[in-house]
């Protein structure tokens, strides 16, 4: 009797750690909406400036956003974005603190105030839009098709009753998939299969987001990017404390004030252009002063 | 001349940087095992009570900490005590306190077990000679508990040093996510940096854990001599 009743216990308090476990698993993933969930308040405007500097998340490995030299320095096109920040907010560069986050702790970043702005290739999306403010977009990307140049696809009619290589999960295999049912896919569960698969003419043509194929291009001599900018095209910005709105219309008015010195170009040239190197269009990646 | 992704390891200061993130993770795990096993220890005997209630807050606590991943409490600590508590603590912090209420956990069920292998004779003969019960501990008891704790104690330090890559994801900066930066921070110029970036830091663990279990095993046999 008693030792029912013990694993009885014993199997309560099992139930209920899993519980606990799994439901706080749930929040670093940031997936479900949770708008009753609290947060600590994030720092206004005045608080910051009072403060003297501003702690902005940016990623440490995402080469060329954001990623780390071999001189232990912080270097990229967010990175640039985030010191420009500084400058106009304080008067010197060095005046920011600059977070490593990862892609799946970003909104936890936000809602637990441990910094003010995250600047790290955030992709706009309705679901993240319910849970951080974003101020304008300063980056966009679209899918790019990268193909060898002997049967350059340049056009997405090209491609009927062709092999496209695509990564399963992507986006890439939801847009082919569902707008032009015509193209045969072949799916990878890796990047590096898929490269593979093209390099040894598997497949006619390999999609993913342009960023990616645009650097893989450079890099590997006889292919090149055909088409450059295709299928819904997601903007990248900067993104505060929901309720945030002081920093919010801070940092959009600073990204419109930009656009008068295109310095998003600027920004461009020094981190993007070095990888990318300069066949393609600055046009199809940047945003100045908000406006796609 | 072939490119060989070992170049990487010269770069700039990257050794260096990978040696800093090593230390930071034995940091981590040798402050956080040291408290461990003083709470354990405590924790430990505390778990052989008599008392049915103390066993089973003993129990209740053993069991969440065996059960929650190392990874949510890490998340719960950092973010969550800034949401709900507004404690905003750093990542290291956090780590030291996930990992020493997980460590005096384990330490804790490891001196207890040890505690319970000593055969009832040893307490009797103790306290037939005379002894206290302290006396019983400190002569009799815990010399032999130490002895046979050694090797698992040696096992549960490796593992918290191995452990101890999970804290990039609070934002702590360790070898492995130095290894990452260093591999993503050449990946259009060095493509094979990974097996030799993953291979330094395979021998940087090794060459932390394994003096550990040497020393433990040097122990071991002096306290049997």
């Keep these: 009797m008693k030792k029912g009743l013990l694993s009885a216990l014993l199997g309560i308090t099992m139930a209920a750690g899993l519980l606990a476990g799994c439901s706080q698993a749930k929040a670093p993933a ?60 304080f008067g010197s560069e060095d005046k920011v603190e600059f977070v490593y986050v990862e892609a799946a702790s970003r909104v936890e970043y936000l809602k637990s105030a441990k910094v003010d702005v995250i600047l790290a290739n955030f992709t706009v999306t309705n679901e993240r839009k319910e849970q951080v403010d974003f101020a304008l977009p300063y980056m ?15 056009d997405v009619s090209q491609l009927k009753d ?26 990878f569960d890796e990047y590096q299969e898929a ?14 987001d342009n960023t990616e194929v645009l650097a893989w291009a450079i890099q590997n001599k006889g292919f090149t990017v055909g088409i450059e900018s295709i299928g819904n095209l997601d903007t990248i910005a900067p993104a505060v404390q929901k309720g945030n709105t002081e920093l919010l219309e801070w940092l959009n008015g600073e990204i419109k004030s930009l656009a008068g010195e295109q310095f998003f170009h600027q920004d461009y040239k020094e981190t993007l252009e070095p990888v990318y190197g300069d066949e393609i269009d600055p046009e199809n990646l940047v945003v100045e002063g908000g406006q796609v | ?69 190392q990874l949510v409490l890490l998340f719960l600590v950092y973010f969550g005590a800034a949401k709900h508590l507004n404690v905003n603590l750093s990542g290291g912090t956090a780590a030291v306190l996930v990992f020493t209420f997980w460590g005096t956990a384990e330490m804790g069920d ?66 492995v996510k130095v290894g990452k930066q260093i591999i993503d921070a050449s990946r259009y110029t060095v493509p094979d940096a990974a097996l030799w970036v993953y291979g330094v830091i395979f021998i940087m663990y090794f060459a932390v854990c394994y003096p550990f279990s040497r020393a433990a095993a040097l122990l071991d046999k002096k306290l049997r001599d």
């Design chain 1, 162 to 187: 062709k092999t496209l290589i695509v990564v399963k999960g992507t986006t890439a295999e939801t847009y082919f998939s569902q707008n032009h049912p015509e193209i045969k896919l072949l799916k």
């Design chain 2, 110 to 175: 490891l001196v207890r077990s040890a505690l319970e292998s000593i055969p009832v004779h040893q307490y009797q003969s103790g306290y037939a000679l005379g002894f206290g019960k302290i006396g019983v501990y400190r002569h009799i008891i815990i010399p032999q508990t130490i002895r046979r704790l050694l090797p698992s104690m040696m096992n549960l330090l490796t593992r918290m040093v191995k452990t101890t890559s999970l804290v990039v994801l609070i934002g702590v900066i360790e070898v």
């Design chain 1, 140 to 154: 966009k990307v679209a899918l790019g098709v990268v193909s060898p140049d002997k049967a350059l696809i340049s």
């Design chain 1, 30 to 89: 940031g997936a479900p909406a949770q708008e009753a969930s609290p947060s600590a308040k994030a720092r206004s405007l005045d608080e910051i400036k009072k403060a003297g500097t501003i702690r902005i998340g940016v990623f440490s490995d995402k080469n060329p956003f954001g990623y780390v030299d071999s001189n232990g320095k912080i270097q990229g096109y967010d990175v640039y974005f985030g010191k420009r920040i500084a400058k106009d907010l």
């Design chain 2, 1 to 69: 001349m072939q490119n060989l992704g070992i170049q990487i390891l010269f770069q700039g200061n990257n050794f260096l940087r990978l040696w800093v993130g090593l230390w930071v993770s034995l940091k981590l795990a040798v402050i956080s095992m040291f408290f461990s096993i003083c709470l354990g220890m405590l924790f430990g005997m505390v778990m052989t009570s008599t008392n049915k209630l103390v066993r089973f807050f003993c129990r209740l606590y053993l069991e969440t900490v065996r059960i929650m991943p």
């Design chain 1, 195 to 208: 490269y593979d698969a093209l390099a040894d003419g598997r497949g006619d043509a390999f999609s993913t």
